[in-house]
């Protein structure tokens, strides 16, 4: 049950509106119920999220408990709750008939204010084996390396990827280093026998397929 400090607003919007409707920080927060003594629930959350973007499953609770105020019933709560949708994940196996197919499984992370760039790894069927963050950058630019990209996909023997990132500023078009990733990842892609389907851009309320624009 949240505490004094974790807002009614949230709890309230959330059953008015839906589990989608809180940001990545109020999830966390309504996780949490409350903060400690000159912390409150909203700054600890916001360390959190930032641990969970950029945490392995293997290091989280470790990594959770270096956070101030973060105690070992606050940690297995949220490292609980990250778990039990990591089981319930619904993209697993999913089949895209195309590659925009994906947007509804990253669309969360159009909320953030920093970009993040996703590797979506398929089969040979086409089906989803994973979605990983590989890199996160500034509010408008992040920095991606082919082997961050085709390193996993190769050890699990993926068949084709799906590249995407969210811009925060909300303008879907590619910037010049967009057209050049792609066209790094491309020539990485035929080297290696692992397709790339498409890179998609998107933002809370549009996308911009490089597929869609013939730009693959």
Known sequence: ???ID?????????LKHGIEYPSDVELVMMILGSGI?????????????????????????????????????KALAVASAIELGRRRNNHKNVLLKKPKDVIPFIQNYSMQNQEHFL?????????????????VGTINQTIVHPREIFSEALIQNAAAIIVAHNHPSGNCEPSDQDIKTTRTLLECSEFLGISLLDHIIFSRTSYYSFLEHDMM
Request: glycine fraction near 10%.
């Open 1 to 3: 049950m949240c505490k």
């Open 6 to 14: 974790c807002t009614p607003d949230i709890r309230e919007l959330t």
């Open 37 to 73: 003594k000159g912390i409150p629930v909203e700054k600890l959350s916001e360390q959190v999220v930032k641990i969970l973007a950029k945490t392995n499953r293997e290091s989280l609770i470790t990594n959770l408990l270096q956070i101030k105020g973060m105690g070992a019933g």
């Open 119 to 135: 590797c979506i790894t398929l089969n040979g069927g086409h089906e989803i084996l994973q979605i990983r963050v590989v890199s």
